[in-house]
């Protein structure tokens, strides 16, 4: 086995210790915290982290085989972006699937009887907690949609094909959204 292969196993096994977790502002979403850790070598470092209690995503695909996106304001990049259905979570131990399928119907008037595990994604790994569970969900039926009072929100849908040329164009940039239809075509491509 190659020898950085062999450090690198060693660094995965090491331990850090966390010495303290300091809040320092808590918002209706988000938690801002200044942690102390000691980490494997002894130094003692702090770092930023964003506590987030997990959100849920998925991936619609009517019966015609397209993939259902919704287009809504994000105040951060002062646009609309092309995104899938997703939301934060309502408790921390609320099911993700069905959060998921609460959201479906929520942004896009949609309701499936189930939703398949899709893949498990980390947005932000150097500074934040937030793990979303994305779905994959098919033989939707319509139903009445229930935004909430800041969400103005356009239901699209988009052959497959076209959304991987505007990923590979730079043109789609939701990182969950771009991880949910990567997997979702090497899904398909393998079943």
């Known amino acids: 086995m190659p020898e950085e292969l062999i450090k690198q196993d060693a660094l995965e096994n090491m331990k ?25 070598n002894g130094h003692i470092c702090e770092w930023d982290f964003i506590g ?13 085989g397209r993939l259902i996106l919704v287009r809504q304001y994000r105040n951060a990049f002062d646009r609309f972006m092309l995104e899938i259905p997703a939301g934060g979570l309502e408790s921390a131990d609320e099911p993700r699937k069905e959060a998921a399928l609460r959201e479906l119907k929520e ?10 595990f899709l893949l498990r994604y980390y947005p932000t790994v150097a500074y934040s907690g937030e793990k979303i569970e994305i779905f994959l969900a098919r033989d939707l039926k319509q139903t009445e949609r229930s935004l909430d009072c ?21 043109e789609l940039n939701d990182g ?16």
Request: glycine share 4%; hydrophobic share 40%; with cysteine.
């Open 176 to 191: 969950k959204t771009v991880a949910a239809i990567l997997a979702y075509a090497c899904k398909k491509e393998r079943f």
């Open 16 to 40: 850090t210790e966390r010495l303290e977790r300091k809040e320092v502002i808590k918002g209706s979403i988000l938690t801002y915290y200044k942690d102390t850790v000691r980490i494997p």
């Open 52 to 64: 987030h209690q997990g959100a849920a995503a998925v991936l619609p695909v009517d019966s015609k």
């Open 150 to 170: 800041d969400e103005y929100i356009n239901v699209e849908a988009w052959e497959l094909e076209d959304l991987l040329k505007m990923i590979y164009a730079g």
């Open 107 to 116: 942004e896009c008037g949609l309701v499936a009887e189930d939703a398949e």
